[in-house]
């Protein structure tokens, strides 16, 4: 019985280890953005114990933004019922809802796709390994020549 050659998705389109971790490379900085956006909150939300940016569960995060959820339309119905045409703006521990929600998202973002960005790094490193000395230097040439081009 003759076994079968198992062809994976990047044996297939026959890439050489320096393409396979340059599209690791891509994929890995299209993920980058997430964790490079910065904040616009300082994460301490008042009422909850974490800081949101270290938050590691989801359902606590949805929890917080529906507490700045809920604290923004009672303080809008406040204002109304007591006959303010004009009032401050809603802010909660340094931040609007605005803030806030941006900030959850993000940080749902980064825990959704740290796992992806783990493999990413893990594939990488591991791919690294079997770089050809000829490899190697070729790609140390081609980084420097990108470097020198950009500076002219």
């Known amino acids: 019985m003759s076994k079968k050659a198992t062809n994976t998705a990047l044996m297939v389109k026959g890439q050489d280890v320096p393409s396979v971790l340059q599209i690791l490379e891509e994929k890995i900085a299209s993920l980058k953005h997430i964790t490079d956006t910065v904040y616009k909150t300082t994460g301490n939300l008042e009422g909850f114990g974490t800081n949101i940016q270290k938050e590691m569960k989801v359902e606590n995060l949805i929890r917080a933004f529906g507490s700045v959820m809920a604290r ?57 390994k079997f770089l050809s000395e000829e490899d190697q230097k070729s790609m140390l040439l081609k980084e420097m020549a990108d470097f020198m081009s950009v500076g002219q």
């Open 72 to 128: 923004s339309e009672v303080y809008m119905s406040s204002a109304k019922a007591l006959g303010q045409k004009t009032f401050p703006a809603f802010e909660v521990s340094g931040g609007d809802m605005e803030a806030w929600k941006h900030d959850i998202i993000l940080r749902i973002n980064i825990i959704n796709h740290q796992e992806t960005l783990d493999k990413l790094n893990g594939y990488k490193e591991k791919m690294s």
